[in-house]
Antibody, heavy 124, light 110 residues
Framework: EVHLLESGGDLVQPGGSLRLSCAAS????????MSWVRQAPGKGLEWVST????????YYAASVQGRFTISRLNSQNTVYVQMSSLTVEDTAVYYC?????????????????WGPGTLVTVSS | HSALTQPASVSGSPGQSITISCTGG?????????VSWYQQHSGNAPKLIIF???KRPAGVSDRFSGSKSDNTASLTISGLQPEDEADYHC??????????FGGGTRVTVL
């Protein structure tokens, strides 16, 4: 059974930094891309970033490009997102999700499983 | 990339069928067959219920079905049940390995 668990959410001041972690289990971690998707209070989902299975490919939404860095440690089955220059608009529940990298050869292109999320609040 | 457009809310009585639309553009919904739908009960994480426009993951009820025409994808829930009351989000692959989501649709079972 796939299990994803995020951690690291906190209250942070505008301009601050935070690192979120997502521990994965129940599947061959390095075989899958991993993504971060966020949801602001009362709003819809917003894709944030994706890292390929090897970690060699990283992709970002325009809203976080240059401020967020996604990475993974396959030996620890963990994916991270380092967030800096945070603004109030970054306040959201951040979900870790399996997938998000479209492999046009195999046709795999979706977010299969999601963690319960971790809350990031940016406020002074 | 602009968010996909979904109705804010849809409602129906038990046993009825409802359809949720998801409208995008040439760089997402119209350009690819990689539209997926996610069900989110209040306070819970999203759950994949439709992928590749029409496919259902194992264990998802066949009361859920998906389709697409040009720049609009649709999710139909047949035989509406109380447990279907939730938020539904569409998503589409877009350019250069980016994704765009809809604003979400609240489904109410009357």
């Amino acid at each position: 059974e796939v299990h994803l668990l995020e951690s690291g959410g906190d209250l942070v001041q505008p301009g601050g930094s935070l690192r979120l972690s997502c521990a994965a289990s129940g599947f061959s971690f390095s075989d899958f891309a991993m993504s971060w998707v966020r949801q602001a209070p009362g709003k819809g989902l917003e894709w944030v970033s994706t890292v390929s299975g090897s970690g060699g490919g990283t992709y970002y939404a325009a809203s976080v490009q240059g401020r967020f860095t996604i990475s993974r440690l396959n030996s620890q089955n963990t994916v991270y997102v380092q967030m800096s220059s945070l603004t109030v608009e970054d306040t959201a529940v951040y979900y870790c999700a399996q997938g998000g990298y479209c492999d046009f050869w195999t046709g795999y292109c979706r977010f299969d499983f999601w963690g319960p999320g971790t809350l990031v609040t940016v406020s002074s | 990339h602009s968010a996909l457009t979904q109705p804010a809310s849809v409602s129906g009585s038990p046993g009825q069928s409802i359809t949720i639309s998801c409208t995008g553009g040439v760089n997402d919904v119209a350009g690819y067959t990689y539209v997926s739908w996610y069900q989110q009960h209040s306070g819970n994480a999203p759950k994949l219920i439709i992928f590749d426009v029409t496919k259902r993951p194992a264990g998802v009820s066949d009361r859920f079905s998906g389709s697409k025409s040009d720049n609009t994808a649709s999710l139909t829930i047949s035989g509406l049940q109380p447990e279907d009351e939730a938020d539904y989000h569409c998503a589409s692959y877009s350019l250069m390995n980016t994704w765009v989501f809809g604003g979400g649709t609240r489904v109410t079972v009357l």
